[in-house]
């Protein structure tokens, strides 16, 4: 019903530059959150950036000042700006959306992106 298509990742050196783009298909619902989260080996998998319908977005501390999140609504399409990397920035980075359909909160995910960084 819905799909996820991510793109973008790559082998970058410390302090250099990724933007990962993800685009949605399928039945978007206009009520919905964006997000990305990301899985480094032996570690958890943790929220990176998330964006709202409406705009409010919300960051991990250990990205803040360095990557940015946005989206646009009529190509059901959530980017992820990442400056400044570094080693630790290391992860699978996946796409997900998030949509209440008929009362039901329902979670959809991309197949991942590998980001790497060198030192």
């Known amino acids: 019903q819905v799909q996820l298509v991510e793109s973008g990742g790559g082998l970058v050196q410390a302090g250099g530059s990724l933007r990962l783009s993800c685009a949605a298909s399928?039945?978007?619902?206009?009520?919905?959150?964006m997000a990305w989260y990301r899985q480094a080996p032996g570690k958890q998998r943790e929220l990176v950036a998330s964006m709202i319908h409406t705009g409010p977005t919300n960051y991990a501390d250990s990205v803040k000042g360095r990557f940015t999140i946005s989206r646009d609504n009529a190509k059901n399409t959530v980017y992820l700006q990442m400056n400044a990397l570094k080693p630790e920035d290391t992860a699978v980075y996946s796409c997900n959306l998030r949509q209440n359909v008929w009362g039901i909160e329902n979670d959809y995910w991309g197949q991942g992106t590998q980001v790497t960084v060198s030192s």
């Open positions: 399928g039945t978007i619902f206009s009520i919905n959150t």
